[in-house]
């Protein structure tokens, strides 16, 4: 089956340190994202790609970047992990088109804590 | 401005009963997508329903059914026959257009009591 993966599922870092989190999904759409849950906050979007070496920044982009080298990947890199980053995030994926229809399909989160 | 408001922080309702979670959206976009998404304590974000906005009957998925007032600009999520396990956070979600990222509200807890 068709499925999207993140990993790791937990981690625990240290303020200044850089860290990378994986997405890799196997439903072969174009459309990838990422998105920070924090507590009275619901899901904000950070990064997006809507197909490969395509990328584009969301409403919380600062201190993160992405990179879309195949279909299947969107790793998320904090460059300089800050506390401000301690939050769950989540990685979807959608099919592309013109219509409003596509769901999102997401992954079981990935729950990061910088110290 | 905030385009998806969910004025519930929590709600509970009895087992067997009905329950209603209100989302407002703001849009000036005539082609527009509503989704609801179910996130157990478990942490995964499930799809539930989605309503278009040119859809001309409110959309249904078992117990799960949209109450579209496209004037009023609401989607609320309507539960039938809550159990236990509906016992989870709700969040109401928007895409305007065409291909774009889904836009979240900040959810509402339900909580179902036995």
């Known amino acids: 089956d068709a499925e999207i993966t993140q990993s790791p599922r937990h981690k625990i870092t240290e303020t200044g340190r850089q860290v990378t989190l994986a997405c890799h999904q196997t439903?072969?759409?174009?459309?990838m994202f990422w998105y920070r849950q924090d507590l009275g906050h619901g899901l904000r979007l950070i990064h997006y790609s809507y197909g490969v070496h395509d990328t584009n920044k969301g409403e919380v982009s600062d201190g993160y970047s992405v990179s879309r080298s195949n279909t299947e990947d969107l790793p998320l890199t904090l460059e300089s992990a800050a506390s401000s980053q301690t939050s769950v995030y989540f990685c979807?994926?959608?099919?592309?088109?013109?219509?409003?229809?596509?769901?999102?399909?997401f992954g079981p989160g990935t729950r990061l804590t910088v110290l | 401005a905030q385009k998806i408001t969910q004025t519930q922080p929590g709600m509970f309702v009895q087992e067997k009963e009905a329950v209603t979670l209100d989302c407002t959206y703001d849009?000036?976009?005539?082609?527009?997508?509503l989704f609801w998404y179910k996130q157990p304590s478990s942490g995964e974000m499930i799809f539930l329903i989605y309503?278009?906005?040119?859809?001309?009957q409110n959309a249904t998925e078992g117990r799960y059914s949209l109450n579209f007032q496209k004037a009023r600009k609401s989607a609320n999520l309507v539960i039938s026959a809550s159990q236990l396990g509906d016992s989870a956070m709700y969040f109401c979600a928007m895409r305007e257009g065409g291909n774009t990222p889904l836009v979240f509200g900040k959810g509402t807890r339900l909580s179902v009591i036995a």
């Open positions: 849009t000036s976009d005539p082609s527009y997508g």
């Open positions: 439903w072969n759409h174009n459309n």
């Open positions: 309503q278009g906005s040119y859809d001309q």
């Open positions: 979807a994926s959608s099919e592309s088109g013109t219509a409003s229809t596509d769901t999102q399909y």
